[in-house]
């Protein structure tokens, strides 16, 4: 122990000693289902088929909206959910570690960079290996390597991982549907691979039956990009994560595991319509402070990292940081579709994020969107701004807007019937779920949901 307490922060510390005081829950199982890119607006739309998820709602507790954290997007409020503490403290602001590359350079993402160097407090996952119960992860995020889930099936899933061997070797899925680079190349559509994690999903419980399983279904944020919120396709897309909901309910059932097991279901963000780019590296270009060689930036004085809704706005050589923010505030403030301009060093920690300080991946400055538009990280041509082709949502704007509230509803054991909430925070559901397990989680700064609990007092 004194080795550990030597290398390990103290967060980790207090974690390790607060779950060997508690005494999980071994008998019990919790289902955490993130919905990606499934807005609250889109829940009260009564006209869109989701039997299996209003029939849990009506059986359990359900809030007419879920505050999420900025910035807006999956990996930061995946994150935040696991770990009931802002992006801030948890350190997750893109879909990846951001790294910057020095001077002239634009900033790297490592998307499966390894989950002990992306998040930077421990997560209920970490809180109930510790207590001894099992964990399990579907396509979550923010996850590679994670020591401390038993089972994973990873978004790019191996043949030479043990849990899609042991699928493989039990007929569920076969090595040519697992084939890494297929998958990378984009070779099967994001249906197709929501199919493959549904399968995952339902292994793992009739196989394994966690205490925890985390499961991320994504077709519907995929849909809702290219299609938009409130489209045909995306009332598809809802429809159909619905039936994969109930698919795993029915697997539930068939291991006589249901009385025991508490359902989660929720989401990263909701979402706007879009209509048009802003393409911020070209105003940079425009600018003189970005240059290309065709398709690739050639040498940036400054940088913009795109979130949708949401930019980061980066000086590549900090000795120039001084001299060039004046300069980025003032040229994106008349930019097109612009809706704000705010310096990181003082506006961060309002928002929930760190600031260029404490932590690399926060730009000096932030930008926001104008209703409508989205940001691209393209700097390719000489238009500023232009029609979003092929592209008809998006997320990342600030979370008071009520478009990027999501759903959060939960049924099952140690689940009041009945319940209705005006609102919730996606900050309060690591604590909740670690209640449920009996595990402790003190360096969570949400709050157990007690309105919800059956054994609340």
Known sequence: MKFLRSVIPLSWSVLLLSSALHAANADRHVVLITIDGFPAYLWRDESIPLPNLRRLAADGAVAAAMTIANPAITWPNHTTLVTGVSPRKHGVLFNGLVTRQGPGKPTKIEQWADKTVLVRVPTVYDAAHAAGLTTAEVDWVAVTRAKTITWSFAELPSTTDPLPREMVAAGVITAAELDAAALRANGRNIVWRDEMWSRAANFIFERHRPNLLLYHPLATDSTH?????????????????????????????????RAQTTIIVTTDHGFKKVEKYCYANVVLKQAGLLRTAGATIAQCDAYVGAQGGAAFVYVTDPARRAELVPQLKELFARAEGVAQVLDATTAAHGLGMPTPAENEAMGELILYAKDGYAFSGAAIGDLAAGPAENYGGTHGYLNTDPQLDGIFLAQGAGIKRGVKLDRVRNLDVAPTIAHLLGVALPTADGNVMKAILADAQ
């Open 225 to 257: 990009h290219r299609y938009g919120p409130g489209s045909l396709a995306g009332t598809v897309a809802l429809a159909l994560a619905d039936r994969r909901v109930g698919d795993l309910l029915r697997t539930i059932d068939a291991t006589g595991r």
